[in-house]
């Protein structure tokens, strides 16, 4: 839905005043129209939500011509991660918020998985591996939003990681960042 009014009206009331300001009839009556005609297109506001995520991945330039060798491959998708939140600092509010999910964002996941699962990892550990780098990005760009935004930013830093990467390349075996160089 590339181009529907309602997204850029979304997207203009959330990186202007937050997640929590965006409701149904906000974009609505910025375009003309009335909460129940855009219900006809998006269900609620979680939808919307997930069209205002698939409409920043595909803004999101992909490389092409990613790295042959995995680990860089895994670093080139991490630091495309890592720049997401500092173009568009609502994305890490969202996610870590609610199990919303981009299926235009996936080819950034599948990227890294298949990086790790290329260095030999399984796919369970390359999961982790992926894990440890979103938690990562994520309870960075959220500490720093917090410090940026103040009282604005409600949500938690995400949960559940017990290890934080110093770099991307430290879930990559065989890198000199890796706790175990050369495991496979």
């Known amino acids: 839905m590339r181009g529907f009014l309602p997204v850029g009206a979304a997207r203009r009331i959330v990186a202007e005043e937050g997640v929590e300001r965006l409701t149904m009839r906000r974009p609505a009556t ?19 939500l997930v069209l205002l995520l698939d409409d920043h991945a595909a803004r999101t330039p992909r490389r092409t011509g990613m790295p042959a060798e995995p680990c860089e491959r895994i670093v080139a998708a991490a630091a ?56 990562y990005t994520a309870g960075r760009s959220w500490s720093v939003r917090r410090r940026t935004a103040g009282a604005r930013t409600t949500t938690a830093p995400p ?26």
Not at 92 to 111: P, R
Not at 159 to 184: F, M
């Open 80 to 135: 495309a991660i890592h720049r997401a939140p500092a173009d568009c600092p609502w994305i890490v509010e969202v996610l870590t918020a609610d199990d919303l999910m981009s299926a235009s964002a996936l080819w950034f996941v599948e990227q890294i998985v298949d990086g790790f699962i290329a260095c030999g990892l399984t796919p369970e550990r390359a999961v982790h591996g992926y894990r440890a780098i979103w938690y």
């Open 30 to 48: 910025e375009i003309g129209s009335t909460p129940m005609a855009l219900h006809h297109h998006v269900r609620n506001k979680e939808e919307l």
């Open 159 to 184: 949960t559940g990681s017990r290890s934080s990467p110093t770099s991307p390349r430290a879930n990559c075996p065989g890198s000199p960042d890796s706790p175990t160089p050369g495991a496979r």
